[in-house]
Each structure stands twice: as C-alpha cells, then as structure tokens.
C-alpha cells in the first residue's frame, strides 16, 4: 500500500462526505507534485573546518542523516566509515581541524545516539567518546580543544523542543516527569560527561569564553517548552557546582529589552563582554531583533542598533571591532559586515543579499567560518534552486554551490517575484508566485499564504513534501505570501506593529497586498482561497470572520479562542510580550482577536488539520473551531494526526496533509 494510505488511525471528523487525502482516489497530478516533492535530500547542517580545508555536512541519505567529508571546494566527498545503517548527525569541528565530533546510534539500538569523534586525517574508524542515555545536541569545542559541549537531557523522552509531540499530560502536571536539559561537557579524551549548569536551570543554548574557562548561556526554570520567553542570559564557570551569575534579566531590564526575548549570546574577542540578539521573539529559534551588548562582569545593557529597518538573526566576532551579521532585509537572506564600538553597532558593507534561505544547521541563518574569517560555507536554497552546500572565499559575492546532491531537480511551479507595496504609512513586502504554465490572458484564483511566528518571514525557500504553499502554483494559483506587520525584515519596530492588534493590522496589510497585486496581474478576486499553519492557522480562522473576500480555507494547527487557548497550550510564556497581560487580567484584548466571538460571520468551507500531540496549538482549538463551523452548517472537516506534534515528523503524515489541502482548494476554489 502506498505511504500516503497507511493512515488507519487517522482520525476525521466531516461535515460533509469528502473523497480526499487518504480517504479517496488522488488526483494524478496531486501524487506526481507528491512523489517530485519527496525526492529533495535534506541537508541538515554544514561546518567548514578552523583551517578552511575541509568541510563536513549532514544529509539525508535512503532516509538516515548521514555525514559527508570533503575538501573545501567540495570535491573528494566521502561518507565516514562506519555502518550504512547507523544515523549521524551534530558535527561539530575540534581546532586542530582534523577531528570531527557527532552523534550517532551506530554503538547500540536505532536511535539511540552517543558521541563520537573521527580523526578525518586517518583511516581508522571513528571513536566513541561517550555512551549517553538521553538526548544531545549543539556540540561545540571549547578554544583549546580540551573540552566538547553540549545540550544534555539525561533519561529524556523526547526531543527537546516546543514543537516535538508533547508528553502525554498525567500525574502531576507541571511537577512530575520534567526533563531538564543541561550543559554538559566531555573531555576529548573520552569518558563520562560531567553536569555542568544547575538542576534548576533548563539551558537553551550556550557559548564558550575565549579562554576555555567560562559559559555563557541562557536559561529558564523548568518547564523548559513554556519558559524560554522569559528566559535570562547567565554566565558560570565551567565546572559543576560553579555559581552562575545572571546578566541579562529582561523582566527586570528598565531599557528597550524590557519584557522581550533574547538569543545567540556570544562573547567578544577579549572575553571583555557579550553581544547577543534580543526582540519581541515567537518562537524560540526563530531569532530576531536588534544586537544588544552587556559586560561579561555584569553592567547596564546596550542596544546596539536601535531604530535599523533590518532583523539581525544570527552574528560572528570577526575582529574585537567588526561583526559579519546575516540578517532579513525586505523578505530576503544579507551577509553584512558590522562596526562595533562602546555603544552603537552600525551596517558597513553589505556583502550579498540573496531571494534565497540559507543556513549552517547551527542557528537560524547561521554561518561556519573558517578561523581566519576569510572562507564561509552554508546551505542554500531558493525557489529556483534545491538544497546544496555552498562554500568559498568571503567576499562581495555569495559563494558557488560545492554539491550537486539535489542538482537534477527542477522547479515545476510558476516564476516568483517580490511584491513591495506601502500601507498604513509602512513598507510591506511578500513573495508571489506565478501559477504554473502562466498564460497573461487568462484569469487565475489566488491562495494567500499567511507565515508562522508572528515574529518571522517569508524567504524563498525549495519545498519539501511537508505543509507548504508553493505546490500550489502546480495546480493553476498564484500564490502570495505576504510579510505584513509583526514579521521580520524591516526593523523592530515593525516586528512589534501587532502587539495587542493580531487579526487587524497585519490583515489590512494583506488584504492591501491583494489589491496591489490584483492592478496589476490577472487575479481574480472572487477566488481567493487563504492557508496558514500556527499563526497563520489562527489567521486563517479569524480573517473569515472579518471578510468574505476568501471562498476557501485550509487551517493548520490554528488558535480559534485566545481565551481558551491560554489555559490548554503548554507555551502561555509566549503571550503576555504581545497581549500586555495574562487572560484573567486583560480578557478584552484576548476576546477582541478571537475568532469563536465572531463565528456567526463565517461563510468559507474550511479544511482543518492538528496534529494530537501539538503542546503550541493544541487540538482543543481546532476541535473548538470545526464544532463551530458544523453548528453554522458551514462545509468543514477536521482532521487530527496521532502522534504529532506542532511540527509533523511522519513522512506519511507530511505527505497525507498536503494532499488533502490540494484537493481541498481543487474542490472549493477550481484553478479551472
């Protein structure tokens, strides 16, 4: 049976009898964008080593996460030797250049991960360094190559992250079965590794001292899913037991941090101080805002940057006075260089921009840079262009693809193109595509695609067989998908424009996108079909409450009642930076953006889709939503995946809910 149809547990509820996704006959053109879309190998994560010599990256190999090394320019790859069956991933490169850490279950039962290291120099096979019993990421090599650390939780269950399917709730919510996630370092040598932050710290991310002597990182108290919104930066010493001394406090910070986020704390050349990213924040990981400064000894804490039309996401120390930053600028990936004084960082020289994602596995936007700041390597890809490792020279220009791992594929949706228009006295931007086979003189429907976060973009990015809205464009739509207020890409400010307004604002920025776009292509306006996924799913549930502009709907993951919602998520962190208040102090501003309050108004059929498991929307407010709708008589049907979380992990799953969201469209809004 084909993957797409082993979805016996599925569980669907209907309004009306509907063939679609698992439950009916596939629109051959559906099962072909399907079977091209899953053909792309995912590449995970790229590090160049110290030197500039080598690099090493993690991808997708007959569905295992497998490492390849090769020279810098790409040529001689090879897989470490070990067995085929085994998965690998985390590489991290020791300063000597010649040694490789990684995870990997080829030492016990499948999945099982323990760390390892390869001399890439040698024949011999790779070595492990540890045996663990939990979960382990971020490993990175302390300056003097003593030393390897990492993210540890010991005896987890799960992976470590809000979007994993949550544990299920019972006994003593909130108190019992909390799984901690640590610092922990390992000698080079091998051994045992050590527990090095507190028990009653959960650790997000960290970054070595210069010297080897010192962690910086930023942590919460347990729950960690819920807490990273109010989390602080620390730094500690690098032995158990050492006292961590905080900061970076942003409840208690009198400056424009105040009550926001931060991430990516890294320290300066001199071990003197740290710069890290901080901003109104959605999502942990999804990093944005302005770059901010603090003594590495305590002190007042700097804004940077304030007032820049860009988002910073991720930075590197290339010099005690200069910062390389890749940052969003107007719905697009820039490298920039960066001077850094005592209180202000300003943009210098803009080394590329590209319509492109791009990334190095480590951090949102991230890069690996040789020692010498003068060679970069990444992932890149685009609309036009899948996956590849680029590397190269650090100049004016962005490096040249060094891979052609997914170089037969092809895109078979239609051209894409920035759309800028002004609004409300703000610049907004979006992506649109074309539909495939684009004919001038025809007319054609239009799905709006509204991102997650709020606090994240659109980049032009190569589709995988997950959720997404490019496939779209195969069928005959255009397909917008707009950056509207609360996105990043044009300053801080910007990113905040929806604070206490989700529903209104960033609405009237779409809808004067579509129009916009209507004056000029031929889009017909009487079949615009809207989608989103997290917020986009809570937009995609309110906005037909506001207008009838939509004539179909696709929600996933959505949020229909903030007022509900704030009692069943396991993120409530999140909310109070853009709401002012907690639920019970403020329910006005929750109920004003709720889209249960206003669902006399909805006329759209509306598909609905959740995974059980989903502890940032859960089920509740998709059930809540399709009870509504089917009281209303209006066309719905809710679908709910066992065993997933906010983020999909089963490839048939992936597969399964793009499929039903074509036929949804193809049903309620034709492209013909």
Not at 5 to 29: E, H, I, M, S, Y
Not at 396 to 422: F, M, Q, R
């Amino acid at each position: 049976m084909p993957p797409s149809l082993r979805l016996l547990p599925l569980l669907t509820l209907a309004f009306a009898p509907l063939a679609l996704g698992a439950t009916g006959k596939v629109d051959p053109r559906i099962d072909q964008l399907l079977d091209q879309l899953g053909k792309v190998r995912a590449i995970h994560a790229v590090q160049l080593s110290p030197d500039g010599q080598r690099l090493a990256w993690v991808v997708t190999t007959d569905g295992k996460p497998a490492i390849q090394v090769a020279r810098a320019d790409g040529s001689g790859a090879h897989a470490l030797a070990m067995g085929d069956a085994c998965r690998q991933e985390e590489i991290a490169w020791a300063p000597d250049s010649h040694h490789l850490a990684f995870l990997s279950d080829c030492g016990g039962k499948a999945g099982d991960m323990d760390v390892y290291t390869a001399d890439v120099t040698a024949t011999a096979a790779p070595r492990r360094l540890a045996d663990l019993h939990g979960y382990a990421h971020d490993l990175a090599w302390s300056g003097d190559g003593r030393t390897l650390g990492f993210l540890y939780v010991e005896g987890a269950t799960r992976r470590a992250s809000a979007v994993a399917a949550a544990k299920p709730q019972v006994g003593e919510v909130g108190v019992e079965g909390l799984e901690i996630q640590r610092v922990a370092t390992l000698s080079a040598s091998g051994g045992a590794p050590v527990l090095v932050t507190p028990a009653d710290k959960y650790v997000y991310e960290f970054s070595w001292s210069p010297d080897a002597r010192q962690l910086a990182y930023v942590a919460a108290p347990a729950p960690g899913d819920n807490n990273w919104w109010i989390a602080r930066l620390y730094a500690q010493d690098v032995r158990a037991g050492a006292t961590p001394r905080v900061l970076v406090d942003p409840k208690t910070d009198t400056g424009s941090l105040h009550g926001l986020q931060l991430a990516l704390p890294r320290w300066s050349p001199d071990g003197q101080r740290l710069v890290f990213i901080g901003g109104l924040m959605s999502d942990q990981g999804a990093t944005g805002g302005d770059l901010y400064a603090v003594p590495a000894a305590g002190g007042a804490t700097i804004n940077l940057t304030p007032g820049i039309r860009v988002t910073p996401s991720w930075f590197a120390w290339t010099s005690p006075r200069t910062l390389l930053v890749s940052q969003v600028s107007n719905g697009r990936s820039q490298v920039t260089d960066y001077a850094i004084g005592t209180d202000r960082a300003s943009q210098q020289h803009v080394r590329f921009t590209l319509p492109a994602g791009i990334g190095d596995g480590s951090a949102s936007m991230g890069l690996s840079l040789s020692t010498d700041h003068r060679r970069v390597a990444f992932t890149q890809s685009s609309y036009t262009a899948a996956p590849e490792v680029h590397a190269g020279p650090l100049g004016d220009s962005a490096p040249p693809a060094v891979t052609a791992i997914n170089a037969a594929l092809k895109p078979s949706w239609g051209k894409a193109e920035s759309v800028e228009w002004e609004h409300d006295g703000r610049h907004v931007q979006g992506w649109l595509l074309y539909p495939a086979h684009y004919d001038p003189k025809k007319s054609y429907p239009m799905i709006v695609s509204v991102h997650g976060g709020p606090a994240s973009a659109v980049i032009p990015r190569w589709p995988g067989v997950g959720y997404g809205s490019v496939p779209f464009s195969n069928l005959g739509y255009f397909v917008f998908m707009p950056n509207p207020r609360g996105s990043f890409g044009q300053g801080e400010a910007y990113v905040q424009a929806n604070r206490k307004d989700f529903g209104y604002g960033d609405l009237s920025d779409i809808l004067a996108g579509i129009d916009a776009i209507e004056k000029k292509l031929p889009v017909d306006d009487k079949r615009l079909g809207l989608t989103g996924w997290s917020y986009g799913g809570f937009m995609s549930m309110f906005v037909p409450t506001q207008t009838q502009r939509f004539h179909a709907v696709v929600a996933g993951a959505g949020i229909a009642n903030w007022q509900s919602y704030y009692g069943q998520n396991l993120i409530d962190q999140w909310m109070i930076p853009y709401f002012g208040a907690s639920v019970y102090d403020d329910p006005a501003v929750y109920a004003k953006s709720s889209a249960i309050n206003f669902i006399k108004q909805v006329k759209t059929p509306t598909l609905i889709v959740v995974g059980d498991r989903d502890a940032e929307c859960p089920a509740p407010q998709s059930f809540e939503y399709w009870h509504a709708l089917r009281a209303q008589g209006v066309p719905t049907s809710l679908v709910v995946y066992p065993n997933e979380g906010h983020h999909f992990v089963d490839p048939a799953h992936q597969r399964d809910v793009l499929q039903r969201a074509l036929e949804w469209f193809a049903k309620y809004l034709p492209a013909s």
